[in-house]
T-cell receptor
Framework: EPEVTQTPSHQVTQMGQEVILRCVPI?????FYWYRQILGQKVEFLVS????????KSEIFDDQFSVERPDGSNFTLKIRSTKLEDSAMYFC?????????????FGNGTRLTVT | KNEVEQSPQNLTAQEGEFITINCSYS?????LHWLQQHPGGGIVSLFM???GKKKHGRLIATINIQEKHSSLHITASHPRDSAVYIC??????????????FGEGTQLTVNP
């Protein structure tokens, strides 16, 4: 069964450094998402992406964050200057359609640790 | 404020028991998801529903739109069902299908 893959599984970085989290969504999917989960807290929506542009973003997704789909397969989340509070598990997800009856497929996540 | 509440927070059961996890939400929704998060952190979508009931193997999900409540049932529970179960909803009025609001999750432990 096709799956969403995320790399790396764990990334450690120093405060102030840039990080890029990578995702390969399911190949025929059209809608892409990033979510994050700070340890011990709820999963939170960050951003959705469709047709090569952001369709919606949350209050968390400030100017330090950006997303792109550089080559038609990868979907990346960049954090420009990481802060300690960016430490979290970041999940990529994709779906074929935007409608509510189109299943959402999650990757296994990237655990980001900012020191 | 749009909120999702799950109960219980923690649930311990003996193998074979019937499990129920509850989810309540504050205002109207267009869709509700039940997700399973494994100990390693990965998330799997179990169900997506907007009305009625869905069944997949030993898992059953129901939703009552009028009461703003959903339940996830596991019949004949097994230790491999041990995981965090998360309810997530798309509230009516959200402009796209993307902004899900998540509950805190229910940690289920099934002992042999």
């Amino acid at each position: 069964e096709p799956e969403v893959t995320q790399t790396p599984s764990h990334q450690v970085t120093q405060m102030g450094q840039e990080v890029i989290l990578r995702c390969v969504p399911i190949s025929n999917h059209l809608y892409f998402y990033w979510y994050r989960q700070i340890l011990g807290q709820k999963v939170e929506f960050l951003v959705s992406f469709y047709n090569n542009e952001i369709s919606e973003k949350s209050e968390i997704f400030d100017d330090q964050f950006s997303v792109e789909r550089p080559d038609g397969s990868n979907f990346t989340l960049k954090i420009r200057s990481t802060k300690l509070e960016d430490s979290a598990m970041y999940f990529c997800a994709s779906r074929l359609l935007s409608s509510y009856n189109s299943p959402l497929h999650f990757g296994n996540g990237t655990r980001l640790t900012v020191t | 404020k749009n909120e999702v509440e799950q109960s219980p927070q923690n649930l311990t059961a003996q193998e074979g028991e019937f499990i129920t996890i509850n989810c309540s939400y504050s205002v109207g929704i267009s869709a509700l998801h039940w997700l399973q998060q494994h100990p390693g952190g990965g998330i799997v979508s179990l169900f997506m529903l907007s009305s009625g009931k869905k069944k997949h193997g030993r898992l059953i999900a129901t939703i009552n739109i009028q009461e703003k409540h959903s339940s996830l049932h596991i019949t004949a529970s097994h230790p491999r069902d041990s995981a965090v179960y998360i309810c997530a909803v798309r509230f009516l009025g959200e402009t796209s299908g993307s902004r899900l609001t998540f509950g805190e999750g229910t940690q289920l432990t099934v002992n042999p």
